[in-house]
């Protein structure tokens, strides 16, 4: 059964809360709702977010998208009930610029920190390197973590296909920059400083200028520069991934899993919150999102309110009773469908850990009204 002060007890007692989840479940919303919650109970709090839904972002008054963090309006949050001593200031995650500050922090020489950066393909390599733009959203929550401003940070995960790719993107990406592959290429531009095929295997040099010929004009050598100078901070990401998790596995940080009640999502946060008790790293909660609950109207009111329609002529649709009575029915099965696949998430994790509901709404959570209403929902333990 949800506990009615979990989300309560999570805001007063973390530092840092962190949603994650499959793609699309309501991870950024929930993210949102949660830093509301804490600024109504007169948190300062810090939300760290990725995308989030442009008009939910203007209703906050963040009208242009920046990676400065930006503080909302006293007004705009006096209006849903945050106390004076309440704030939330909202940031969203850069991961090229944050992956460019950890250049400057890691290269040995100012100089070589800019050869990196001004390298063609560090831009897109910065980008697509697998596990960056995870990596990145943790780095900026170690940078942030102590910042005396804020009493709660919320961190909002990347729409990763797979929800587990969050918890091993610093391993990912450390093997990324350190596979056979990279260090083929850094060897044979090491040694001259100009990149040599002859270093290399013949069957791989036989690949790399077939695709030299196909991309053109000094592309390898760009790419075996930037390998290289990528090679030269290797000792520090390394070391900067096994920081990140012992963050991760501290007391003062939790874990919300969002799911919706589908059966493939819930497979992935059950997954996820194995990994996390095998990585020693607490979840707080399970947050199911969009359940659909049983409607309200039972069926002897459908059939007065259709009476009254027809006798006062508004409505003469004469199928118009059997049509909401189908809908209906319709809405308690969907109810129960979700509540069979909720059971099988109860019965397949930690009793301790609460799984809190939340209902779909009429509508996308597109402004603060709405926000505050899942924040108050969460508060109150779901639905
Ligand atoms: N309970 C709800 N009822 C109705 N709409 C919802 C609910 N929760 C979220 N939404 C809507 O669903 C959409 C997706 O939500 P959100 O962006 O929070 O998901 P996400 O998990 O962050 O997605 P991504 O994986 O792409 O980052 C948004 O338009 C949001 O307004
Ligand atoms: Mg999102």
């Known amino acids: 059964m949800p506990s009615s002060s979990t989300i309560a007890e999570l805001i007063a007692t973390r530092r840092v809360l962190i949603t994650a ?15 509301l919650a804490a600024a109504m109970r007169g948190k300062r709090v810090l939300c760290l977010t990725i995308d989030p839904a442009r008009r939910l972002a203007q209703s906050l008054g963040l009208e242009h998208m920046t990676t400065e963090a930006v503080e909302v309006r ?23 610029q944050t992956f460019d500050e950890l250049v400057h922090k890691y290269s040995s020489t100012k100089e070589r920190a800019e ?3 001004g390298n063609r ?19 900026k929550l170690i940078a942030v973590q102590s910042d005396a401003r804020f009493d709660l940070i919320v961190l909002d995960t990347p729409p990763t296909a797979n929800a587990l790719d969050f918890l091993d993107a610093p ?31 013949r069957s791989a040099a036989l690949v790399l200028r077939t695709l030299g010929r ?17 090679n030269d901070l290797f000792g ?6 096994a920081l990140v998790k012992s963050v991760l596995r501290s007391k003062e940080v939790s874990f919300l899993l969002v799911t919706s009640p589908a059966p493939m ?84 994790v930690d009793e301790r850990v609460p799984v809190i509901r939340v209902p779909e709404f009429a509508t996308d959570v597109h402004d603060v009204a709405m926000l505050a209403r899942v924040a108050r929902t969460l508060e109150a333990g779901g639905v």
């Not at 819930?266 to 919150?273: N, P, T």
Request: aromatic share 8%; with cysteine; proline share 3%.
């Open 265 to 348: 999502s819930i497979r992935e946060v059950r997954f996820f919150s194995e990994r996390l008790v095998e990585h020693q790293m607490p979840c707080g909660a399970f947050i199911v999102n969009r359940v659909h609950t049983p409607p309200r109207v039972v069926q002897s009111t459908i059939q007065q309110i259709d009476d009254v329609l027809k006798l006062h002529g508004i409505i003469k649709e004469p199928d118009l009773a059997s049509r909401v009575e189908q809908a209906h029915a319709d809405a308690v099965k969907l109810a129960q469908l979700d509540a069979f696949f909720l059971e099988q998430l109860a019965q397949h």
């Open 121 to 139: 393909l560090y831009q897109y390599v910065s980008a697509s390197l697998a596990g960056t733009q995870e990596y990145m959203a943790m780095e």
């Open 115 to 117: 050869k990196l950066l």
């Open 21 to 35: 989840g499959a793609g699309g479940v309501g991870k950024t919303t929930t993210a949102a709702a949660v830093a």
């Open 236 to 241: 520090g990401f390394k070391e900067r991934a």
């Open 74 to 96: 006293r007004e705009i949050l006096a209006g849903v009930g945050v106390p004076e001593a309440g704030s939330l200031t909202v940031m969203m995650l850069d991961t090229k």
């Open 171 to 201: 391993d990912r990406l450390v093997e990324a920059l350190d596979s056979p592959t990279m260090r083929w290429f850094v060897q044979a531009f090491q040694s001259t400083g100009r990149f040599s095929l002859n270093l290399l295997a």
């Open 214 to 230: 196909v991309t053109g004009g000094g592309f390898l050598e760009a790419l075996a520069e930037l390998l290289a100078q990528l």
